[in-house]
């Protein structure tokens, strides 16, 4: 049997070369001019309005999420390299809430912004995770990092940082028991990478002897990096869409509109929904926006909405959990079931 994450040569190989990823040749030049252009200062910048805008979202994106991205490959790289049993053995490869609850926690002490983290999540479903536990992951993860969560607390103070924590951690929890419930009748598809541990599996003896047979040459940090880098790129092509687009939609959204009409109403929750879903903000740049929606707008439930409508409806976690899995079903079902929670606890907190 081969590997399902693997490719497989046949017949059509011949046939059909890769076409061109024109989401690459297209958003590669629509990043790098404009980053270009702010470092280099030019003076016509400034003087057009929506371009200085463009340019400048451009160069904030890129500084914000090169440090995640870059973090992902390299925890792909080493998951690369690490044996199924050993991150199963972490994650908890027992059915049922354990199995999620340590997924869960593995999601919110791993120090990674939502991009970078979702490498991570393609890469432990590629290594056998129920999707239940790879849902659990992405969702507890991406605003909970331990850096993130001290820059929320500096904002919004310590009581409503911990209780946002709190009640994302209980929306994976119960997200990723739906998806392995619907996985186990048959629903939704179950992993096909999924493999029963050895009952006499012990991780801690069996870790230290796979590490004294390593050598750590300068060819296996170049292969696993080279591994890590490819495995990225699933990824990567979003980001890069996902910068354009939301640099794009900043030319026509002022901050202060932003301030004025995202209040605790049932227009500000719609909006900010609205916005949440179709603005790609990574993990570094939603703490400040939702910051804003406490301090400013006088609307907790909207931040906190803000931060996690951001991962159930944001399209390149979507797009990527559909070419991870080869599944429309589960990826549009992480809006479906997440979705819903969120709104009615967001609700509560702005009551």
């Known amino acids: 049997m081969t590997n399902s994450c693997c490719h497989t040569p046949n017949h059509e190989d011949h046939d059909h070369k890769p076409g061109r990823d024109w989401m690459m040749i297209i958003c590669i030049p629509l990043i790098i001019i404009p980053y270009l252009l702010y470092l280099c ?103 909970n990092s331990i850096s993130l969560t001290f820059i929320l607390i500096s904002m919004i103070g310590l009581k409503l940082t911990l209780l946002f924590l709190f009640l994302s951690v209980v929306i994976a929890f119960i997200s990723g028991m739906i998806f392995d419930f619907l996985g186990e009748r048959g629903i939704l598809p179950k992993n096909p990478n999924a493999f029963d541990m050895p009952d006499d599996f012990d991780f801690i003896p069996e870790a230290k002897k796979q590490l004294l047979t390593i050598e750590w040459t300068p060819a296996l940090i170049r292969d696993m990096l080279k591994g890590g880098m490819k495995d990225s790129v699933i990824v990567v092509r979003w980001l890069l869409f996902g910068i354009v687009i939301a640099s794009a939609l900043r030319m026509f959204l002022s901050p202060d509109s932003f301030e004025q009409y995202f209040g605790p109403s049932v227009l500000g929750m719609l909006a900010t929904l609205f916005f949440a879903t179709v603005l790609e903000v990574c993990s570094e740049g939603s703490s400040p926006i939702a910051a804003d929606l406490v301090t400013r707008a006088g609307a907790p439930g909207n931040a906190f909405a803000f931060l996690m409508a951001g991962v159930s409806t944001d399209y390149t976690e979507i797009m990527v959990l559909k070419d991870t899995t080869k599944s429309w079903k589960i990826a549009l079902f992480l809006p479906l079931i997440t979705l819903p929670q969120i709104i009615i606890l967001a609700v509560f907190l702005n009551l």
Not at 53 to 82: D, K, M, Q
Not at 99 to 117: E, K, N, P, T, Y
Request: with cysteine.
């Open 41 to 143: 200062d030019f003076d016509f910048i400034n003087r057009v309005e929506f371009i200085e805008t463009y340019v400048h979202s451009i160069h904030e994106f890129v500084n914000a999420t090169w440090w995640g991205v870059l973090l992902g490959i390299f925890f792909l790289a080493l998951l690369s390299r690490v044996p199924r049993e050993f991150v199963m053995s972490v994650l908890g490869h027992k059915k049922g809430p354990e199995g999620i609850a340590r997924a869960m926690a593995a999601g919110v002490l791993l120090d990674l912004c939502s991009h970078g983290i979702l490498m991570v999540g393609t890469k432990i479903y590629q290594r056998g995770a129920s999707i239940g536990q790879v849902l659990a992951f992405l969702i507890a993860s991406p605003w």
